[in-house]
């Protein structure tokens, strides 16, 4: 079993800046695409920025030139700096890796979910 445990919300005001952070522990033997989702309050959850095992990432459009992805391979951690925000990047933020296992191939999993307030 993979458990993944978000860090890093909190209430910004607008312009200001955040790191998220998503570290996987468990049982895995390696993780490949790490993504980032967020979803706003009555609004479906959406995808925001992703990142390969190789490194290379991308991002929404609404987000591209503000955030970044990145990754620490060797603490199976992914990061999310949000700089610039923006009262609509307001939201729940989740992260979500694949990772592979000795047993059960690999699969999806989900952060619980880390809450960006953005004041304007």
């Known amino acids: 079993q993979v458990q993944l445990v978000e860090s890093g919300g909190g209430l910004v005001q607008a312009g200001g800046s955040l790191r998220l952070s998503c570290a996987a522990s468990?049982?895995?033997?390696?993780?490949?695409?790490m993504r980032w989702y967020r979803q706003a309050p009555g609004k479906q959850r959406e995808w925001v920025a992703g990142?390969?095992?190789?490194?290379?990432?991308n991002y929404v459009e609404s987000v591209k030139g503000r955030f970044t992805i990145s990754r620490d391979n060797a603490k199976n951690t992914v990061y999310l700096q949000m700089n610039s925000l923006k009262p609509e990047d307001t939201a729940v933020y989740y992260c979500?890796?694949?990772?592979?296992?000795?047993?059960?191939?690999?699969?999806?999993?989900w952060g619980q979910g880390t809450q960006v307030t953005v004041s304007s």
């Open positions: 979500n890796i694949q990772a592979c296992g000795v047993v059960g191939g690999c699969r999806d999993y």
């Open positions: 468990g049982s895995m033997i390696s993780i490949n695409v």
């Open positions: 990142i390969s095992s190789a490194g290379s990432t």
